[in-house]
């Protein structure tokens, strides 16, 4: 039986929470805070900290944190309904418990059968229909089989604007908001995907909720008139029921073996994921149209401790170093990433070769070797001259890794293979550190900020967060989700956006299983408000800080697909100049003007990236 949302809401809403904490802890008000010893771990100094307007609490000590649910939870060992039950109990609240969903809940169940219903006509389509023999003969041609195609419920979309439309017909509220097809300038229900192999997307619990497209290589050169250049791969937007960083294709399937070995492999394409089925490793996901990101990294640590990535190893190399390495140790993950031969993809190999992708797989090595040998082996190794070049690159390299320990085993390797003296690359690999990461971009100055607020200005995502719960109406006026580049405040972003309170957010974040989102925002909100002198300057400062973090990491995405010829290179140049030119802006009398532009930028990224 499930508990209306609305019923859960109320029994918040009337629970005291300093009454109730202060049934177990001694709490005194200080400030607007009410303080005492934490009751999830041993202390004599007060770190536990409650914020009675927002309804949670938060300890400094040992980070717990939660509303009145999760307190009665935590300390009574019960669940979450039973939590709620009690505290029902207490505030005399009658709960109507029944199996009524909320109308939220009744759109979800409506947009994924509308989806399984599609895929269902997508598969039929490529399985029996006569026009779809040209990616039947596709298929097979990268040995995909009848039987392989059931098992991964491939489909084909027809030739036909809309086909889809006709076949399984929806309101515009299941249009949108399964992303399976939009209304065309006639006022025309369209098909999203038209003559395209169709790999459905599926959750991780094995819901369809969404689809991905791939073109025919004949298709591919002369499918429209206008000289535009249609995308090999389309997938679905981002909807009510699919968020593309939180998938992982394929992860539905694979799961299991993942469990089984402790390893999960990622590649890049669909094609390649069922290619590792087939060649005996059925452990393979993909990411869906994005980089691979922090989300992925918390999804696949519930699953395996052994990440390998296989990807072309141009691309591998130039997944963002800094990031992995922190999400190796916050995760606890080890990232690997497997040799495949140059310029061969993963369903080349297992079509040619199974033998050898096995192999690559299990010879992977760990992602700093892996950028320390593209360095050497690009290396003249024959010359002095060479060879210290060679160090200083793999200097560079050694030095993106958080751990000294790490750090000085790679040093003596280097050092060997380099025959130079250790004790003469450790300065150098020290030095390195203290400069900080090489960063890509020029970075325009730091603008001119009064020394309290500076430290708060190095974490503008966070700094954003706590001035969104202390001056909210300003803040919304100028912040937007696509500001925020660490996905665990923009996730806290997000949902202070649509929640009135934080504890609103916090206990959407938490019902998502958004954790440390919600725990973030626990944490801003139990702190001391903000005392500004001049707000406005404060929300200008913070906001510029934001738009150069985001810009400066959309630049990155930019330069990285420009170096993998996924974008041309005239369009990327330009582009990069514009951008550049609005961030030195964001320090003149144009600011303004060089925000607004760089804000309509970074939005127009989010819906090209996402088509
Ligand atoms: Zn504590």
Redesign the pocket.
């Known amino acids: 039986m499930a508990l209306a949302e609305g019923e859960i809401a109320q029994v918040r809403a009337a629970t005291d929470i300093v009454a109730l904490i202060g049934e177990q802890v001694a709490l005194k008000k200080t400030g607007r805070r009410w303080t005492g010893l934490?009751p999830?771990?041993g202390?004599q100094t007060a770190?536990?900290s409650v914020n009675a307007e927002e309804g949670v609490y938060y300890?400094f000590?040992?980070?717990?944190s939660g509303d009145a649910i999760t307190f009665v939870r935590e300390t009574q060992h019960l669940d979450f309904m039973d939590a709620v039950r009690l505290l029902a109990d207490r505030a005399n609240i009658t709960l109507h418990e029944d199996a009524n969903a909320g109308p939220a809940m009744k759109d979800r169940h409506e947009f994924l059968s509308a989806m399984e219903r599609a895929i269902e006509y997508y598969h039929q389509q490529l399985l029996d229909s006569p026009s779809a023999r040209p990616a039947r003969e596709y298929l097979k041609s990268r040995g995909i089989n009848g039987d392989v195609a059931r098992q991964f419920h491939l489909g084909w979309s027809p030739d036909d604007w809309d086909a889809l439309m006709k076949a399984v017909p929806m309101s515009d509220k299941v249009l949108t908001g399964t992303g399976l097809g939009f209304t065309n300038s006639r006022g025309r229900k369209q098909d999203f995907l038209r003559a395209r192999i169709v790999f459905p997307i599926y959750d991780v619990s094995g819901r369809a909720i969404a689809v991905g497209g791939r073109i025919l290589p004949e298709a591919a050169a002369n499918f429209r008139g206008d000289g535009r250049v249609e995308p090999k791969y389309k997938n679905s937007s981002e909807t009510a029921i699919y968020s593309k960083r939180r998938t992982l294709y394929a992860l539905n399937w694979a799961k299991d073996n993942i469990v089984k070995t402790d390893e999960i492999i990622v590649c890049e394409g669909y094609t390649d994921v069922i290619a590792f089925f087939m060649a005996g490793m059925p452990r393979a996901v993909a990411t869906c149209g994005t980089a691979l990101g922090e989300d992925h990294f918390r999804t696949m640590k519930n699953f395996a401790k052994r990440i390998v990535l296989a990807y072309d190893a141009d691309q591998a190399g130039q997944s963002a170093a800094a990031s992995v390495y922190q999400w190796e140790k916050q995760y606890e993950i080890d990232v690997a990433v497997a040799k495949l031969p140059k310029g061969t993809d993963p369903a080349e190999l297992a079509q040619r070769d199974p033998e050898a992708l096995r192999e690559a797989i299990a010879q992977a090595v760990p992602f700093l070797e892996f950028r320390l040998s593209r360095v050497l082996d690009a290396a003249n190794l024959a010359t002095p001259e060479g060879r210290a070049r060679a160090a200083e690159l793999a200097v560079a390299v050694i030095s993106e890794h958080p751990s000294d320990l790490v750090r000085d085993q790679y040093v003596m390797n280097i050092a060997d293979t380099l025959k130079l003296d250790s004790a003469v690359l450790r300065p150098r690999v020290t030095d390195a550190l203290r400069r900080g990461p090489r960063s890509e971009v020029s970075s325009p100055e730091t603008p001119r900020v009064p020394p309290a607020q500076r430290e708060a200005l190095s974490r503008p995502g966070v700094a954003a967060l706590k001035l969104t719960i202390d001056y909210r109406t300003l803040a919304l006026a100028r912040l937007v989700p696509e500001y925020f580049v660490d996905t665990v405040q923009r996730d806290a972003f997000e949902a202070l956006l649509v929640n009135e309170s934080v504890s609103q957010a916090a206990n959407e974040l938490l019902t998502r299983g958004d954790a440390e989102a919600a725990e973030l925002l626990q944490q801003l909100a139990t702190q001391e408000p903000l005392e500004l002198s001049s707000e406005s300057q404060y929300i200008s400062d913070v906001t510029a800080q934001l738009v150069r973090s985001a810009s400066r990491s959309a630049l990155l995405d930019l330069e990285r697909n420009l170096r993998s010829g996924e974008s041309s290179a005239e369009n990327v140049m330009t582009t990069i100049r514009d951008v550049r030119d609005r961030l030195e802006k964001l320090d003149s009398d144009e600011a303004e003007i060089a925000e607004n532009e760089l804000r309509e930028w970074l939005q127009s990224l989010e819906t090209v990236s996402e088509s």
């Open positions: 934490c999830f771990h202390e770190s536990f300890c000590g040992c980070r717990a």
